[in-house]
């Protein structure tokens, strides 16, 4: 799997578990650590970790290695690192004070379904 499909996988599982907001945003070229950083919003603390729980769950059965992950829910930001897509899953707060969408809002977003 590339880092594009990996993406669109990733974002997919998030979109089933009703994440907010998921943004892909193709950092190709500009960044050297990944391709990919995918945003998304969870409305709660348990939804936060039921988001990352199902995250590392399906990267488990897509057989993705090298992943790590930092962060808590009660944090409000969870950093899933799969080397070549980074996932941020934030509380609507923790997005808002960090404001990574603006911080790539210069970089192309791909779409959901885009394959």
């Keep these: 799997m ?3 499909e990996l993406a669109q996988t ?5 979109d089933a578990k009703q994440a907010a ?3 892909i ?3 190709r070229g500009a960044s050297s650590i990944t391709d990919f950083h995918i945003l998304a919003t969870g409305t709660s603390s348990p939804h936060l970790r ?3 729980s199902e995250l590392r769950q399906q990267l488990k059965e897509h057989k993705v290695t090298g992943y790590r992950g930092s962060g808590t829910p009660d944090s409000g930001w969870i950093v899933s690192d799969c080397v070549d ?3 941020h899953i934030f509380s609507p707060e923790a997005r808002a004070y960090y404001d990574l969408d603006g911080l790539w809002k210069t970089k192309p977003v791909v779409p959901l379904d885009a394959g």
Excluded: Y
């Design 25 to 27: 945003v193709d950092v």
């Design 85 to 87: 897509v980074i996932v």
């Design 10 to 14: 990733l974002a997919r599982i998030l």
């Design 2 to 4: 590339n880092s594009l």
């Design 21 to 23: 907001d998921i943004r």
């Design 50 to 52: 039921a988001l990352s």
